[in-house]
């Protein structure tokens, strides 16, 4: 066992809430808005254990490296009387949740937070009002919003891009640039965020093909390689980044969908193994998980086979700290399915067992 995984063992015991138990902590599209859930990685069993707070239509949970805090991104359209989403925190102690602070974001529609790697920056995402925010975090609770920006771009589909709709955050592997993923505007912001004060600074765009909807941004373990993956586009632009200056550089776009599919492209998350080896994509209506191997030199993917999500619009899937097992969060069917996976070969079993969850919408380990 390798020293970081000795860590993470540890810091997952010190979260079991059974013995021979994880618990797992899922974002909810309701009033009930963090479910509470006890993993068993032996046989795979997923156990309800009821509401873990009750906040509004919680798109988005983001865990401190610590394991001790988490964030929480309410899509609501008005928040302690003002037109913006909500950005809140908790405590995690002994696998419940106990609330910390709450915020508002910078306009309507929170739906994604990302954390640096200090843990003392936290950024938000707008989709309605088309804006990203940040704020300074210190021992779990959020101060005020410290920074924002509103885009004004939007794309040639006027049913999906009237306006921008900033939909991902994310921060670079060694931490030094920050990322918007703007859906309406087909283009991904990049900053150079100061730790201290909370503050981004523009350092650039990328821009992907016009109608394509960026969604989210994930970066591969070889240190230069990200996967945007593009809604309305059905496709992934598979990036070369430069870790001096931030920039993205499309080196190749991937079809997710079939040649002979005639319908809409909805294409949504990304999961990375922790060793590179394999990568999977998302897309929903036309339901299924698309696994690829990797090349961990040079990022480069060779389709697996599209498997069995398990249910109806998988808005986000995760592996489980074992890889052993893929979670998916099947948003309109209300379930979270779980299918058994080989390590060696990437391949998800042809069926799952799902659990009822009302509209899930993320899936964290603790």
Known sequence: MTASAATLAAAAAKSLAAPGRQRVFVAS??????????????????????????????????????????????EVN???????????????????LEPLSARNSASPGTCH????????????????????????TKDGKLSQLVWSEHYTEHGPNVERQPTAHAHFASFSPNNKFAYINDLGGDSIHIYKPNLETGVLTPAGIYRTKPGSGPRTLHFHPNGHTAYSIN????????????????????????????????GGGHACDTVITKDG?????????????YGFK?????????????????????????????????????????????????????????????????????????
């Open 29 to 74: 599209y309701t009033t009930d808005g963090i479910l509470a859930f006890d993993w068993d990685p032996a046989t795979g069993d997923l156990t309800p254990a009821g509401v873990a707070a009750k906040i509004t239509n919680v798109d988005w949970l983001t865990l401190t490296g610590d394991r001790k805090f988490i964030y929480a991104a309410a």
């Open 78 to 96: 008005e928040f302690e009387g003002k037109p913006t989403g909500e950005v809140a925190s908790f405590a995690v102690d002994h696998g419940k």
């Open 113 to 136: 937070v990302a954390l640096d790697k200090t843990g003392r920056v936290l950024l938000a995402a707008d989709y309605f009002g088309g804006s990203a925010a940040s704020f300074v």
């Open 231 to 262: 809604e309305m586009g059905g496709t992934v632009d598979v990036l070369e980044w430069n870790s001096t200056s931030g920039g993205l550089t499309l080196v190749t776009r991937i079809d997710l969908l079939p040649e002979d599919y005639t």
């Open 277 to 289: 080896r394999f990568v999977y994509f998302t897309n929903r209506e036309y339901d299924f998980i």
């Open 294 to 366: 990797a090349d961990t030199t040079t990022g480069g993917l060779t389709p697996i086979s599209r498997f069995n999500c398990g249910g109806k619009i998988p808005r986000n899937f995760v592996l489980d700290p074992t890889e052993r097992w893929m979670l998916v969060a099947n948003q309109g069917s209300s379930g979270i399915s779980v299918f058994a996976r080989d390590p060696e070969t990437g391949v998800l079993a042809e069926k799952g067992k799902t659990i009822a969850a009302e509209k899930p919408m993320c899936i964290l380990f603790t």
